[in-house]
């Protein structure tokens, strides 16, 4: 049986004020014994994280089968029966959200999966007339705003919409309820608003940071005055850094409609693309 943590830490600091009297086995404890201590204690918290991320997935799995499937392949999620899906300009009812306090990397990828923005709900995800919907369903922008907007408000972060920024259509300044266009979102975002945190890109640390968010499931945003995605969870990089910024996989509407894409691909380059979290 493994020795508890606490009774370990007891004892590390018994043995320490023993040895506090004599300076050559208190440098020997300070130089070798203390670093794989603490490097052991490291390890077994962090199996015992592991082990709870695993019950989670299991209890998805188990409980929840339609979002695990909806998780692992979007043509799996279940269809979003809310008929606004047909419309650029009203809000939807997905068939799944996630809320914080809830995070999981399956949840917030079922969140993703079930728009299904490379394959379904043209009228709302692709611009007219490639669309091949009436007209008076949309306009011919790209339509990266609505996604971002819709996967974010599945997940208990929404963005803002035009009227609450008073920027909607004639008439409807204060109550328009289209997802803001993404050079309005990039200001708002650029200004700290919503719970949101942007990342230091130049920056180790925050880098390191970004990649334990996404693997505990929680949103997060590339954010560029002309275009906007939704970052994924499923980040196989082992080591993020400035050099390989751009293989992050996004999922986006826009020039390109894609579930899964790089970052690079997804912007054209990375030349002002910001990085915001939200927990």
Not at 2 to 17: D, E, I, W
Not at 45 to 70: G, H, M, Y
């Amino acid at each position: 049986m493994k020795m508890p943590v606490l009774l370990r830490t007891l004892l590390l600091a018994a043995l320490a004020v023993s040895l506090a009297g004599c300076d050559v086995l208190q440098s020997a404890y300070e130089q070798q014994i203390k670093p794989t201590l603490a490097q052991r204690m490291e390890d077994e918290v962090n199996e015992v994280i592991e082990s709870a991320k695993d019950e989670v997935r299991q209890r998805i799995e188990t409980l929840e089968p339609e979002r695990f499937s909806c998780a692992a392949d979007p043509a799996l999620c279940p269809e979003i029966t809310d008929p606004a899906m047909n419309s650029a300009w009203q809000q939807v009812t997905p068939a799944f959200t996630n809320q914080p306090g809830d995070r999981h990397l399956l949840y917030y990828l079922g969140v993703i999966n079930q728009f299904r923005v490379a394959s379904d709900y043209e009228c709302r995800y692709r611009p007219y007339p490639d669309n091949g919907c009436a007209a008076n369903t949309g306009s011919s922008d790209t339509r990266c705003n609505l996604f971002a907007g819709d996967v974010m408000r599945a997940m208990g972060a929404p963005l803002p919409t035009k009227g609450e920024l008073g920027l909607g259509a004639a008439g409807s300044e204060n109550s328009d309820p289209m997802t803001a266009t993404a050079v309005h979102l990039n200001a708002w975002l650029l200004a700290g608003n919503g719970g949101w945190a942007r990342i230091d890109t130049a920056n180790p640390a925050d880098l390191a940071r970004l990649l334990a968010h996404l693997r505990d499931g929680k949103p997060a945003l590339a954010s560029r005055a002309d275009h906007i995605a939704v970052i994924r969870p499923d980040q196989f990089i082992e080591t993020l850094n400035t050099d390989n910024l751009g293989d992050l996989r996004i999922a986006q509407a826009g020039a390109l409609n894609s579930n899964n894409t790089s970052l690079l691909k997804g912007f054209g380059s990375l030349d002002g693309v910001q990085i915001y979290i939200h927990e």
